[in-house]
């Protein structure tokens, strides 16, 4: 399980939503039956004290500690995983900081059941409904997705009036962004382009506003890998949906 490093820009912070720290660590820890092994990693130095007081109420438990950017500590720790290790990764990056190669370490280790929380409502932000990003969050998002593909896909020409042509003017082309359902259906695909299963997300909102996209996602590409993985995302999500 990991949070990702808090290194964004000043123009991205008022994108970010007050996240949840300490209740899916202690979730993790009381899992019944429990993990033989538990990973934390987190850049900011408030988390990690919080951790070390939460690893100190769970001596039984066989807890490791990272103080790392995820997009090094994930790579590191799938290639920790013996031939037979077999593990479940939470992931909760902080705005945009994930890079999209860090889940595609994930999706080859073929061993990691991810739960990811994407951050959706930063991408509706910084996707502006009629175009006109600003550069550096292009950038951004090329390397959140994993590729520029997301500049043509999420936009489609506006629909015009028929009065537009009322003067015998033909009206510019406005290119419109797709809504958040649509854009939550594109990021699945994405991943399925890399996971052998991804089930349908659940949208977590918050006054009715899609703020992140909840997903799970298998790389063990064997048949009943998947088919287990259909029926737990049935049974943790159905609530939500």
């Given at each position: 399980m990991h949070r990702q490093s808090a290194k964004v820009s000043e123009s991205q912070m008022a994108l970010i939503p007050e996240e949840d720290f300490e209740g899916s660590v202690i979730t993790a820890l009381e899992t019944d039956p429990p993990f033989h092994k538990y990973f934390f990693n987190d850049l900011d130095s408030q988390y990690i004290e919080a951790l070390w007081e939460i690893r100190d109420q769970h001596m039984d438990k066989d807890i490791t500690i990272k103080e790392m950017d995820a997009n090094a500590f994930v790579p590191?720790?799938?290639?920790?995983?013996?031939?037979?290790?077999?593990?479940?990764?939470?992931?909760?990056?902080?705005?945009?900081?994930?890079?999209?190669?860090?889940?595609?370490?994930?999706?080859?280790?073929?061993?990691?059941?991810?739960?990811?929380?994407?951050?959706?409502?930063?991408?509706?932000?910084?996707?502006?409904?009629?175009?006109?990003?600003?550069?550096?969050?292009?950038?951004?998002?090329?390397?959140?997705?994993?590729t520029n593909e997301w500049q043509e896909a999420f936009y489609a020409p506006k629909e015009k009036l028929p009065m537009d042509d009322l003067f015998g003017h033909e009206q510019d082309e406005i290119m419109e962004r797709m809504n958040p359902e649509a854009v939550q259906q594109w990021v699945k695909k994405r991943l399925e382009s890399q996971f052998a299963f991804v089930a349908d997300p659940v949208p977590l909102k918050n006054n009715n506003r899609p703020m992140f996209s909840l997903f799970l996602a298998v790389s063990n590409p064997s048949e009943k890998a998947r088919n287990l993985a259909r029926k737990v995302a049935k049974h943790i999500t159905k609530d939500y949906q």
């Open positions: 590191m720790f799938c290639r920790m995983l013996g031939k037979y290790d077999r593990a479940v990764l939470f992931v909760d990056p902080f705005s945009t900081e994930l890079d999209w190669s860090t889940l595609a370490h994930i999706a080859e280790s073929q061993k990691i059941d991810l739960w990811l929380l994407f951050p959706l409502s930063v991408i509706i932000r910084m996707t502006r409904k009629e175009g006109e990003i600003i550069p550096e969050w292009k950038e951004t998002l090329n390397r959140l997705l994993g």
